[in-house]
């Protein structure tokens, strides 16, 4: 049986990476978190723009992104979660296809909260942009995706 890929832009996703599917979306491990549990949903669709979404793309997106954060939130011990979505290449958005950053948070983790975790996703998102067009994307091993992924799977079973 030939393995099951997801697209997520001009890039090939292992179904090792990810986690949890519906209907219309597919959430998987970030392959350079700036928090532990940070990941991505996204519409199984490739969109480039949350406008250019359906009705049922963004309402299934959404529900997915809450149900996903409320159990990464009690799994990683955390007690708020980031919601982030870079819409556009002027936005920082740097894969071409609509995604929902959900990070867990912790008192402190970052010292000016919405900037500074703003601007560690940004730097994030700038480093993988240079990383994918050198053709390396890998940043973490398909090994610990992989593992990560194996974990947060058993939260939706």
């Not at 090792?16 to 970030?30: G, H, I, M």
């Not at 942009?129 to 090994?143: A, V």
């Amino acid at each position: 049986m030939a393995a099951q890929y997801y697209h997520f832009g001009r890039h090939q996703i292992s179904e090792s990476e990810v986690f949890y599917t519906t209907q219309l979306s597919f959430a998987l491990v970030n392959n350079r978190p700036v928090r532990p549990g940070h990941v991505l949903v996204c519409p199984k669709r490739e969109v480039k723009r949350v406008a250019d979404l359906t009705a049922d793309e963004t309402c299934d997106l959404w529900i997915t992104a809450q149900k996903i954060g409320r159990q990464l939130e009690s799994y990683h011990n955390a007690s708020s979660l980031t919601f982030g979505i870079q819409d556009g290449p002027e936005a920082g958005q740097t894969v071409p296809h609509v995604h929902i950053h959900i990070i867990p948070r912790t008192a402190g983790d970052f010292e000016n909260n919405d900037d500074d975790i703003n601007d560690e996703i940004d730097l994030k998102e700038k480093q993988l942009k240079r990383r994918l067009d050198e053709e390396e994307r890998q940043i973490r091993s398909l090994g610990e995706m992989a593992a990560e992924a194996d974990e947060y799977r058993k939260l939706f079973q």
